[in-house]
């Protein structure tokens, strides 16, 4: 893990022959580690195949007022007229029909297709932006300790260290209920805008401490090198030793971080809301929905099983394009 | 390859999802049934008052009978009791002063338990009763039962320490909501509080400063329960409860089984509503309802003579129903608890939006929404029909899923803007109502409220909401325990209000004492007539559905009904098949 991910790409650029799949034809062409890494990526199946799935899952999300509006069904429309007595979908697996492609909800009778698309766009945009978030907040702080060490060092590898002690549950259990009440007076609807915002604020409080200290270490170890000694000598400020000379060569674990961040938001949103304090009804959310369906295991698979099998597969595709992005940034950090 | 292979195992897997959902849902052949109309009567001949109670056909003695439920009871001292399970498992062990005979069918008769008649009321005037106790009723020690240890089991639920229990007689007993303060139990161990005699030891006399006809009634709750003072450990008698009844408590482990035995001092011939077949009687802590109505679904081993004292849970119902082998180890049926959508008057003022919510409101939805017929039945009165006198009426007839047109009519262009609490662990009632609502032209806010604040919270005076659901289930069935309790404006305090709506009419209140002051056995039709004028009036809401019971049993099990006074299972017919 400690290993330099700048190092290993500067090392494949000068052995650009030692690349066994792809014959030198053109002779030695001058490529970026940037493009390196590109021309590993595109050679790597399963980075390929998780990238379309999550091109797909994005632009599907990205769309959901165009969906519904070409499927011909809201998110929150009740088809109540579609369930037995029992508040069960009438018909085969949970009522799909041509109109209702994935049946409907037990109960309120909402379509679980449509709902899935928003839902979808409600986790994407949390853990897009979560991620967001906490990276830059994370190469900040990271950044700012390694390179002036000392007394800012220390500052903020205590405060990191603070961070990491919190029970990240119990704080969010504790404070997620009662921001609303902090906003918004007794008789006032709490907005999903500001559910939304409070997830993301919980995320960013705890999510930046793991980058932070990723990217001190990279810092530390490349702050005695000879480009920052020239550039020290040079004359050059802070500003510029930190976002010129110093970022560039640290985007690559920066890239991965944020990609195995994405992942783990999606999956903690979910289980916040799983947990009754995430997003509330009736916005759409993978999380609560997969909460609200587990006791129809039995009575209603299919309820149970398009937005399980739906997270799973997008949770997946983003650790495996995650791993394969390391892989390409880093290719001596072999499995 | 091992991509392939993944390909076929998620493949399969998801066919096997789709084959088991693949049988058509071709809708439900409906609930359980008619509304089960309620005909009480009070015993007076002595004779009904006797036991032994009528052999149940089939009944056989011995064996032991389980109960699987998720939680412990929170009480066992008589006293205390006031759960449902507490209420429905203290007659195993406690008597009571009176009691219903009942087989689920709705047909009740109040008698005698402890007494040998229901009550005399002494002038006619519903302030003086009279007991006369029977003879041959014994403690689990051998001891005789006199008037005196009932009196004392009466004093000592004016205790402040011993919480839970119902506090209808001390209330009444000491003519002040704060009871405990006009007579101190633990000062006074050796006297009885004011008004309450035992003037020999086959007599109890109850003198109250207003009347209450209802008395009967009350005195058939668990905090009548006889105690020897020398037995009264106190709080600690909620953990051992000193028997009057045909079983006694022989192990008693927190949170994981009660064990209850045969008691041999219980006399039949006494009892004119408990058998007592089985041997021994357990309940077992631990599993939820989902496990636990599985765990009887699937009668494997002690299971067989067990019954899910949490239910069906909806979730499982469409499974239940489908299963034929399962129809005769179901037990179904209404209860008294009956939830309706409380109006606070206080905010909603204009009488046009009260009565355009009760047009507008979709209850065959929202039943939808709660979990389907299986477990609810949608009522348009305030009173359940399991209560004495019932009549059916809508005063807003708007068919099973509303009428939307009507309500804008009454609305006439106006777009109330109402916030909806609701308690956080439904939040899809909320989302039920909103959209229902809003289609009528109201704008609905929906807040959350912690689902254990949410009683305290709108039971306050001056609560923030406008609209919220409330749940009411009498603790017996006569509107006296119902209506003036929800409806007089003369109760309304700071907190703890059972007046949610707020409501307060002169002439309804007037109603109310002169109903009260009639004698208990022909109130129920005025009632009835009064549950009718309260929503034509003063919609004070809108009443939903009434919670319908749905339990199973293992296929060992006989004899189990669901109490037409609380509508749980009730246990005095049990038995186990041999």
Redesign the interface.
């Known amino acids: 893990m400690s290993l330099s991910p700048v190092e290993g790409a500067a090392r494949a650029e000068m052995e650009p022959a030692a690349d066994p799949v792809k014959p030198d034809e053109q002779g030695i062409v001058g490529r970026s580690p940037g493009q390196l890494a590109w021309a590993r990526l595109r050679r790597d199946r399963t980075a390929m195949v998780s990238g379309v799935v999550l091109v797909l899952f994005v632009v599907l999300a990205l769309a959901a007022p165009l969906i519904s509006k070409l499927y011909g069904v809201g998110p ?1 429309e ?1 088809f ?1 007229q579609l ?13 799909i029909t041509g109109d209702h492609w994935f049946g409907l909800e ?4 909402r379509d679980i297709f449509i709902r899935m698309i928003y839902g979808m766009r409600t986790s994407l945009f949390i853990a897009f932006a979560a991620a967001l978030v906490t990276t830059a907040i994370g190469v900040a702080a990271g950044i700012l300790a390694g390179f002036l060490g000392g007394i800012v060092d220390t500052v903020i590898s205590w405060i990191t260290d603070v961070a990491l002690a919190l029970p990240f549950l119990i704080f969010a259990l504790a404070v997620v ?1 009662t921001v609303g009440l902090r906003f918004y ?5 709490v907005p999903p805008a500001f559910q939304v915002t409070v997830l993301i604020g919980i995320f960013a409080a705890f999510g930046w401490t793991s980058t932070a200290r990723l990217v001190r270490g990279q810092v530390i170890s490349l702050r005695e090198r000879e480009f920052v000694e020239a550039a020290r000598a040079s004359g050059a400020g802070l500003g510029h030793m930190l976002f010129r000379q110093l970022l560039p060569n640290l985007w690559a674990p920066i890239l991965v971080a944020f990609s195995l961040a994405v992942p783990s938001y999606i999956t903690g949103e979910a289980a916040l809301s799983f947990l ?1 304090i995430g997003i ?3 916005t759409a959310d993978f999380g609560r929905m997969i909460f ?1 369906s587990i ?2 295991l ?5 309820y149970v ?1 398009f937005p399980g ?1 739906t997270i799973f597969i997008l949770v997946l595709a983003f650790n495996l394009l995650g791993d394969a992005l390391r892989d390409a940034l880093d290719p001596k950090s072999s499995r | 390859m091992r991509l392939k292979r993944a390909a076929a195992t998620g493949g399969a897997l998801a066919l096997l999802v789709v084959m088991g959902a693949c049988s058509e849902n071709k809708g439900t052949d409906g609930g359980s049934g008619e509304n089960r109309v309620q005909s009480g009567s009070i015993a007076t001949d002595p004779k009904d008052s006797m036991g032994p109670a009528a052999e149940v056909p089939g009944a056989a003695k011995g064996g032991t009978f389980r109960v699987i439920r998720e939680t412990k009871i929170s009480h066992l001292d008589p006293q205390r009791v006031y759960s449902f399970a507490g209420l429905m498992n203290a007659p195993l062990y406690s008597r009571f002063l009176t009691t219903f005979k009942d087989d689920g069918s709705g047909k009740v008769t109040l008698v005698g338990d402890l007494a040998e008649t229901p009550g005399t009321d002494v002038n006619k005037d519903c302030k003086v009763w009279e007991f006369k106790i029977k003879d041959g009723v014994k403690f689990e020690d051998g001891s005789a039962i006199t008037s005196k240890e009932i009196a004392y089991g009466i004093a000592r639920s004016f205790d402040p320490d011993l919480t839970g229990g119902p506090t209808y007689l001390q209330e009444w007993l000491a003519n002040d909501p704060q009871y405990d303060t006009k007579w101190n139990f633990k000062a006074n161990k050796t006297s009885l509080p004011p008004g309450l005699t035992a003037p020999d030891a086959k007599t109890l006399k109850f003198e109250f400063a207003k009347p209450h006809c209802d008395l009967p009634f009350a005195a058939s709750l668990p905090y009548t329960a006889p105690l020897k003072a020398d037995k009264d450990t106190g709080v600690n008698l909620d953990n051992q409860p000193f028997s009057s009844g045909p079983y006694k408590i022989t192990k008693n482990t927190a949170g994981v089984e009660l064990v209850m035995e045969r008691n041999e001092n219980w006399d039949p011939k006494t009892d004119p509503v408990r058998h007592a077949y089985p041997d021994k009687i357990v309940w077992n802590y631990g599993p939820d309802a989902e496990a636990g109505a599985n765990r009887v679904i699937s009668d494997n081993g002690d299971d067989q003579t067990a019954l899910a004292w949490n239910g069906v849970p909806s979730a499982l119902v469409a499974r239940v129903t489908g299963d034929a082998t399962l129809k005769d180890r179901s037990v179904r049926g209404q209860t008294p608890s009956l939830w309706r959508l409380t109006i606070n008057t206080q905010r909603v003022t204009d009488l046009s939006v009260r009565q355009a919510l009760n047009y507008a409101i979709d209850r065959d939805g929202f039943i939808k929404a709660y979990g389907g017929e299986a477990s609810a039945k949608a009522v348009t009165t305030l009173m359940p029909p399991s209560t004495i006198g019932w009549e059916s009426y809508d005063a807003y007839p708007a068919g099973p899923s509303g009428n939307v047109e009507k309500a804008k009519e009454l609305l006439a262009g106006k777009t109330p803007e109402l916030v909806l609490g609701i308690s956080d662990d439904s939040p899809e009632l909320a989302t039920q109502l909103k959209a229902n609502l809003e289609k009528a032209g109201f704008k609905i806010t929906v807040k959350t409220i912690p689902t254990d604040a949410k009683l305290d919270e709108t039971s306050k005076k001056n609560n923030p909401y406008d609209l919220w659901t409330d749940q009411w289930a009498a603790d017996w069935p006569s509107g006296a325990a119902i209506l003036p309790v929800l409806f007089d404006g003369r109760t309304i305090k700071a907190e703890s209000n059972s007046n949610t709506s707020y409501v307060n009419s002169d002439e309804i209140n007037k109603e109310f004492d002169r109903i009260l002051a009639m004698p208990a056995g022909e109130q129920g039709k005025e009632w009835a007539k009064l549950d009718k004028r309260i929503m034509t009036e003063l919609a004070p809401a809108v009443p939903l559905f009434v919670e319908q019971g749905y339990y199973l049993h293992g296929s060992k099990v006989g004899g189990i009904y669901l109490s037409s006074i609380f509508g749980y299972p009730a246990f005095t017919n049990v038995y186990v098949k041999q």
Request: aromatic content about 8%; hydrophobic content about 20%; overall charge negative.
């Open positions: 929150n009740q109540q369930l037995d007595g029992n508040g069960m979908p009438l018909g085969y697996v949970g009522g037990p109960r309120l009778g209920p007076g007794p008789r006032e609807e009754g509330l009804e009736p609200q006791p129809y039995q009575t209603d698979p299919a099983f099998v």
